[in-house]
């Protein structure tokens, strides 16, 4: 026998299911998973989400300087600049365990419905979950607080990485320049740079504003410190 899971998620969404022993991850893309039953009983679905852990930066900042010129150039081919990455902050982690009867090949739908943080109403609405239009038994909704930082991170290495990119360019054609003495090209290229770094910092002053506004008010509704 076999149990079909059918799961609705928004862009960005994902979570752990788990039934008899076996685990899935479902996420937009793959959205659907099956697993097997051995005898008709009486079971539980377990839907989880794993909390984001804090940011090591030193590590991450290390990984970024090895591979920024690499992400730069993907992120550029592919326009991921991730400019919506606030709407993607996961601000609760679920779980629920939910009881499935089960007798013969069973097909059920989940569907989740994430967390809205909203600057205009000054509130944070929790997830909700159903299963087969059903609320989900044993639901909880926990705080997540890091996935704040760790997503305003994600965006700027973004940000950082697409730079790179425009700094080896410019810095290369400066070179040349400088080599040639062509005064032109010098000025430039010095001047491109320099506008692009002031975009970068202003970029990251504002949305780390951003960021924090909003993680402020998450924790100003959860009385977190």
Known sequence: MRLNVQCR?????SFFLRVNGQEQEVDFDHFECSFEINAPEDYTLEIFQIPTKKKNMARSLLL????????????????????????????????????????????????YKKAVISPETKKCVP??????????????????????????????????????????????????????????????????LLALGLLVAWLARKEYKRMQALLTLFRSQHTLS
């Open 9 to 13: 998620l928004s862009q960005g969404d």
């Open 64 to 111: 970024l300087a090895c591979t920024c010129v690499l992400r730069g150039i993907f992120s550029t081919i592919f326009m991921d600049t991730d400019s919506g990455w606030h709407k993607n902050i996961r601000p609760y982690t679920i779980s629920a365990k939910h009881p499935l009867h089960i007798e013969d090949d069973t097909a059920v739908f989940v569907s």
């Open 127 to 192: 997830p909700a979950l159903s299963v087969d239009e059903i609320p989900a038994a044993d639901f909880q909704a926990e705080p997540n607080p890091n996935d704040f930082f760790t997503r305003y991170w994600s965006y700027l290495q973004k940000v950082l990485s697409i730079y790179s990119v425009c700094l080896l360019v410019l810095g290369i054609v400066l070179y040349g320049g400088i080599k040639s003495g062509n005064m032109a090209a010098i000025l430039l290229c010095g001047a491109v």
